[in-house]
């Protein structure tokens, strides 16, 4: 099937197409898109559950490296205040940790942008096929009526005027033949009429849906920035409580990651599946939800020169018929004109409805030809395959960077809060509680050359 223009499948939509797919089961399952399908369903979430697996491993190590902190410590001597060996380096590779952090939370904000980018490109691909449409069934009304209304008045008033010429009045029953077969060819034009499917209503749902997905992981990037800054406060002022607390956040961002981590993976290989071969699934789906034709579908959908214009008949007869009608005008109003010219008005009256029509006919030929409604969905294809994949995957790194971090620093704060000094009450008549390990410093050179 023919690409749409300007849309070609990326190198992360074959990479990931490639990945292989299982069911409950360890079944292999093709890769190929089929969202209605238990087994394919299955697959997807299984990808899913590879995050859970890796959240209960990480879960795992940090507590199995918390107990043996806890449990297997040396016993200090007696009296001894300096502090165990490799105590920096703890408290530096929490803190390199942490950056590594916020730098995937950098990450993280523009891979929610390029998402938003391609869904909201989406949304305007969907707006600007639904206006296409509107405008063919507006146009075709438009024109039935006109006609209708000069079948009913101007013709009528013209038959009345031209009784005592039988020749005139068959050409002007000629005419209003070929008016009402015109009008008749019209009305089958406007093939989107009765069709339950909506595309400002598709828009709308998925403007919905991506504003709320949006806000969640503003929301989740905030959070996890603010325990970034706070942790890096407490280890900063050695403050026990911030770090404690931090500590109980960062756990539960540490959950909240792998769990969008999951969300991603599955929504990503998903896509790629999709975006891999798009025309046969959209067309048939588009064909089970409108009951149109696949004639008609497939020149929108592929719109090449393999298949022909199923309108091309009827705009073909139309527009001999018109042709025909301003022949038949032309000629009652160099023959009537003269002997009757009471008949003048609705001739006139008649030329410009034709004029009228006739322009908003070439404009439906226009409008009814593929090229804009292929455009419109290479560019949803776009939006959706290029921006919003772009964006779900550096999402995936961003969740990756953050559960890796979160991890190190759970397993890096209780060690680095256990070397933190004692609070001394008098130290707060000294100044600030940053001054006291300083003052520590000054003093012990003084106390040993004594």
Same mark, same amino acid.
């Given at each position: 099937m023919g690409a749409p223009p300007g849309y070609r499948p990326s190198a992360w939509v074959h990479l990931l197409h490639q990945l292989p797919r299982a069911d409950f089961q360890l079944r292999p399952v093709p890769s190929g898109f089929a969202p209605q399908e238990q087994e394919y369903q299955q697959a997807l979430l299984l990808v899913a559950a590879l995050a859970g697996l890796g959240l209960g491993l990480s879960l795992i190590f940090i507590a199995v490296y918390l107990i043996r902190f806890c449990?297997?410590?040396?016993?200090?001597?007696p009296g001894t205040k300096s502090p165990p060996p490799g105590g920096g380096c703890v408290t530096w590779s929490c803190?390199?940790?942490?950056?590594?952090?916020?730098?995937?939370?950098?990450?993280?904000?523009?891979?929610?942008?390029?998402?938003?980018?391609?869904?909201?490109?989406?949304?305007?691909?969907?707006?600007?096929?639904?206006?296409?449409?509107?405008?063919?069934?507006?146009?075709?009304?438009?024109?039935?009526?006109?006609?209708?209304?000069?079948?009913?008045?101007?013709?009528t008033t013209l038959e009345e005027v031209l009784t005592q010429r039988t020749e005139l009045v068959a050409a002007t029953r000629g005419a209003r033949r070929q008016a009402e077969a015109v009008a008749q060819q019209l009305q089958g034009l406007a093939f989107w009429r009765d069709v339950?499917?909506?595309?400002?209503?598709?828009a709308e749902? $998925?403007?919905?849906?991506?504003?709320?997905?949006?806000?969640?992981?503003? *929301?989740?990037?905030?959070?996890?920035?603010? $325990?970034?800054?706070?942790?890096?406060?407490?280890?900063?002022?050695q403050s026990k409580w911030l770090v404690v607390v931090m500590t109980v956040m960062s756990l539960l961002v540490l959950i909240l990651s792998w769990g969008s981590m999951g969300l991603e993976a599955a929504t990503a290989v998903g896509l790629s599946d999709f975006c891999s071969s798009p025309d046969t699934y959209v067309l048939n789906l588009t064909q089970e939800e409108t009951g149109l034709g696949s004639d008609i579908l497939s020149y929108y959908f592929l719109c090449n020169q393999a298949v022909s214009n199923p309108f091309q008949q009827r705009l073909t007869l139309s527009q001999r018929a018109l042709a025909n009608i301003h022949s038949q005008l032309q000629g009652l109003e160099r023959e009537? $004109?003269?002997?009757f010219p009471s008949a003048q008005k609705p001739l006139l009256s008649l030329e410009e409805t034709m004029n009228v029509t006739e322009g908003n006919f070439h404009?439906? $030929?226009?409008?009814?030809?593929?090229?804009?409604?292929?455009?419109?969905?290479?560019?949803?294809?776009?939006?959706?395959?290029?921006?919003?994949?772009?964006? *779900?995957?550096?999402?995936l790194l961003f969740s990756l960077l953050s559960a890796g971090a979160l991890a190190t620093a759970l397993c890096s704060l209780p060690r680095a809060w256990a070397l933190f000094p004692p609070r001394n009450p008098s130290a707060s008549c000294s100044g600030s509680p940053l001054s006291e390990p300083l003052l520590r410093a000054r003093l012990e050179p003084a106390s040993r050359r004594w």
């Open positions: 449990c297997c410590r040396p016993p200090e001597a803190i390199a940790a942490l950056l590594v952090g916020c730098a995937g939370i950098g990450i993280g904000f523009y891979g929610n942008s390029e998402t938003s980018d391609g869904v909201s490109q989406l949304s305007s691909a969907l707006l600007h096929a639904n206006h296409t449409l509107s405008a063919i069934d507006h146009l075709v009304l438009e024109m039935v009526e006109r006609l209708g209304e000069a079948v009913r008045t101007e013709l339950p499917l909506s595309p400002l209503q598709v749902d $998925v403007s919905f849906v991506e504003e709320y997905r949006w806000l969640a992981y503003i *929301l989740l990037l905030l959070l996890e920035l603010l $325990v970034c800054l706070f942790t890096l406060l407490g280890l900063a002022k009537a $004109v003269p002997q404009q439906l $030929v226009a409008l009814l030809h593929c090229r804009g409604l292929h455009k419109d969905y290479g560019a949803a294809l776009r939006g959706l395959c290029e921006d919003a994949l772009e964006g *779900l995957l550096f999402l």
